[in-house]
């Protein structure tokens, strides 16, 4: 009986959610710097601190550590959107604000947000998907607001003007802008209410 208890004991592992946290960070520092397709796992744990092997413990496959980073991304700016829409009952303010949000993952986050939009497409399809449907969650609250504070537009024109002011802001990730970054910021937000016409 004792015996059993102790091997039960043994066979449980215990997952270190620091460990889980550099794995991620090495990951996006590596695929940023290489691409997807160039980095291998033992680069990835070697980057970590830990064998390649050791990854396994937290993830089944490469691409289920670019799901997990994608995840962590979407599911921050989802957050940040909901208590935005709670705590600020100003719809410009609050339309500031998501935009405030989109620029600073864009300017602070640069290499993991090229990430995203270089090998989002290298998932499998279920996840793109589920992701593509997350993406879509975050931006309808853009939309509503962007309805809400103009008359003139439609639906559907909200939802151009929309992806076109987070287009504007993530430019800035396909060439080196020059800019220090309180300069950047700054152009970034005029450029999206330019966009947006809620200035």
Not at 96 to 121: C, K, P, T, W
Request: charged share 30%; proline share 2%; aromatic share 4%.
């Amino acid at each position: 009986m004792v015996m059993g208890a102790v091997m039960g004991r043994t066979r449980t592992r215990t997952r270190d959610p620091a460990r889980k946290q550099r794995i991620l960070e090495a990951a996006a520092d590596l695929v940023a710097g290489h691409g997807y397709h160039a980095v291998s796992m033992a680069d990835i744990g070697g980057a970590a601190g830990i064998t390649g092997s050791g990854i396994y413990r937290h993830f089944e496959s490469k691409s289920a550590v670019l799901v997990a980073l994608f995840d962590r991304v979407i599911d921050g700016l989802l957050r940040d959107e909901e208590r935005i829409v709670e705590e600020i009952t100003d719809l410009r303010a609050a339309l500031r604000r998501l935009i405030d949000g989109q620029v600073e993952f864009v300017v602070s986050d640069r290499e993991l947000a090229q990430v995203y939009h270089n090998e989002i497409a290298s998932l499998p399809e279920e996840d793109r998907r589920r992701l593509r449907r997350k993406q879509r969650r975050y931006l309808e609250e853009w939309v509503h607001l962007v309805d809400e504070l103009r008359d003139d537009v439609t639906d559907t024109d909200a939802r151009v003007l929309v992806h076109a002011a987070i287009g504007a802001i993530q430019s800035t990730l396909f060439h080196s802008v020059g800019l220090p970054e309180d300069q950047l910021r700054r152009r970034l937000t005029e450029a999206a209410l330019a966009v947006l016409g809620c200035g």
